[in-house]
């Protein structure tokens, strides 16, 4: 009788620790990714750096572009704090409707300490001009790990066409391709 409560006792504190762990992952990730949402809707751009690692974040893309693309510099020059406004300024000009919650697909558990986010066109499709083969095409895979205290985005797997071919200061970005058009 002794063994068999020890084993119960063993088996409660799994449960117990296996329960805390999920719940805790899960209310974690929803917050993190709530912070970023906020983020991106607020343009806090410095909310953003703080939840990526830039230098680990270029390296695992110039990894998977090894043998595509001819200067692999270029993922240097754009994997930087600077180029965070730019992109609010392009979601404002293409997706001025939508939400930045309106941009994530799914979740998934990529390991104890890490989880993925897909990310695409808008879920919901206002006037109709996104395909079915954009969509599946233009998404962008996100991972996350916990350094720390707090998630931060190390790595992202996206189509090839979506690394710039030409090295632009981030004003030269929101002048050609962000700026939003002015409302009269």
């Known amino acids: 009788m002794n063994f068999m409560t020890y084993l119960l006792g063993v088996f409660l504190i799994c449960v117990v620790y296996v329960g805390a762990y999920a719940l805790l992952n899960v209310y974690s990730r929803d917050r993190v990714m709530n912070d970023i949402i906020t983020a991106i809707d607020e343009r806090d751009a410095n909310a953003l750096e703080d939840r990526v690692q830039f230098d680990a974040l270029a390296s695992t893309v110039k990894e998977r572009l090894q043998g595509k693309v001819n200067d692999l510099s270029i993922?240097?020059?754009?994997?930087?704090?600077?180029?965070?406004?730019?992109?609010?300024?392009?979601?404002?000009?293409?997706?001025?409707?939508?939400?930045?919650?309106?941009?994530?697909?799914?979740?998934?558990?990529?390991?104890?300490?890490?989880?993925?986010?897909?990310?695409?066109?808008?879920?919901?499709?206002?006037?109709?001009?996104?395909?079915?083969?954009?969509?599946?095409?233009?998404?962008?895979?996100?991972?996350?790990?916990?350094?720390?205290?707090?998630?931060?985005?190390?790595?992202a797997d996206m189509p090839d066409f979506l690394v710039p071919k030409n090295k632009f200061t981030p004003e030269q970005v929101i002048a050609r391709y962000g700026a939003a058009p002015v409302a009269e």
């Open 75 to 155: 993922v240097d020059h754009y994997a930087q704090p600077e180029f965070i406004e730019p992109l609010f300024s392009m979601k404002e000009r293409y997706f001025p409707e939508y939400e930045a919650k309106d941009f994530v697909r799914d979740f998934a558990f990529d390991g104890p300490f890490r989880f993925s986010v897909m990310m695409g066109y808008p879920k919901k499709q206002g006037s109709g001009e996104i395909t079915t083969l954009n969509e599946s095409i233009s998404q962008v895979l996100v991972f996350f790990r916990l350094e720390g205290w707090t998630w931060k985005i190390y790595k």
